[in-house]
C-alpha cells in the first residue's frame, strides 16, 4: 500500500532509497563510485511503479 497517493512507494521501499541516498552521498564526498547504488535506487522505484500499475488497472 503506497504512502501517498501522489507517489508509488510504500514505507519500507521510501526507507531503502533514504538510506541508500545517504550513502550515495557519502560515497560521493570520498570520490568514489556510486552507480551500482543509484541502480538499486532506480529499481526500487521501477518495482514499485509496476506494483503500483497492476493495481491500478484492476
Given at each position: 500500500m503506497?504512502?501517498?497517493?501522489?507517489?508509488?512507494?510504500?514505507?519500507?521501499?521510501?526507507?531503502?532509497?533514504?538510506?541508500?541516498?545517504?550513502r550515495?552521498?557519502?560515497?560521493?564526498?570520498y570520490?568514489?563510485?556510486?552507480?551500482a547504488?543509484?541502480?538499486?535506487?532506480?529499481?526500487?522505484?521501477e518495482?514499485a511503479?509496476?506494483?503500483?500499475?497492476?493495481?491500478?488497472?484492476k
Amino acid at each position: 500500500m503506497p504512502v501517498s497517493k501522489h507517489d508509488p512507494y510504500n514505507a519500507r521501499e521510501i526507507a531503502r532509497i533514504i538510506a541508500l541516498g545517504i550513502r550515495i552521498e557519502r560515497r560521493r564526498a570520498y570520490g568514489k563510485p556510486t552507480a551500482a547504488l543509484e541502480r538499486q535506487a532506480d529499481q526500487i522505484r521501477e518495482n514499485a511503479q509496476k506494483r503500483e500499475d497492476a493495481r491500478g488497472r484492476k
